[in-house]
Nanobody, 123 residues
Framework: QVQLVESGGGLVQAGGSLRLSCAASGRTFSTYAMGWFRQAPGKEREFVAAISWSGANTYYADSVKGRFTISRDNAKITVYLQMNSLKPEDTAVYYC????????????????WGQGTQVTVSS
């Protein structure tokens, strides 16, 4: 069983930066692929970024490539999402997820989800 708690969301002006953290519990964290997804009001949950269990492989949605960076610290059982050059269209609730399989761009590739953290980017 893995429990995930996101933090770091907030209100920021366009062009600004935020770093989201996702703290995990459970001894098997280092064996899980991790992903970040987001959901804006009235829209479906969409893929943002993912990282393999070792951290060697990372994947990004085209909309955030070059602006966002996913990383993980297995010793601290935490995954991060550094978000730079934020845009109003990045406004959403951001969720982290853990999956026992390979890093995936699809929500059904993950077994555990956090409660989400709100990110609001003002223009």
């Amino acid at each position: 069983q893995v429990q995930l708690v996101e933090s770091g969301g907030g209100l920021v002006q366009a062009g600004g930066s935020l770093r989201l953290s996702c703290a995990a519990s459970g001894r098997t964290f280092s064996t899980y692929a991790m992903g970040w997804f987001r959901q804006a009001p009235g829209k479906e949950r969409e893929f943002v970024a993912a990282i393999s269990w070792s951290g060697a492989n990372t994947y990004y949605a085209d909309s955030v490539k070059g602006r966002f960076t996913i990383s993980r610290d297995n010793a601290k059982i935490t995954v991060y999402l550094q978000m730079n050059s934020l845009k109003p269209e990045d406004t959403a609730v951001y969720y982290c997820a853990a999956g026992a399989g390979l890093a995936s761009r699809y929500p059904n590739g993950y077994d555990y989800w956090g409660q989400g953290t709100q990110v609001t980017v003002s223009s």
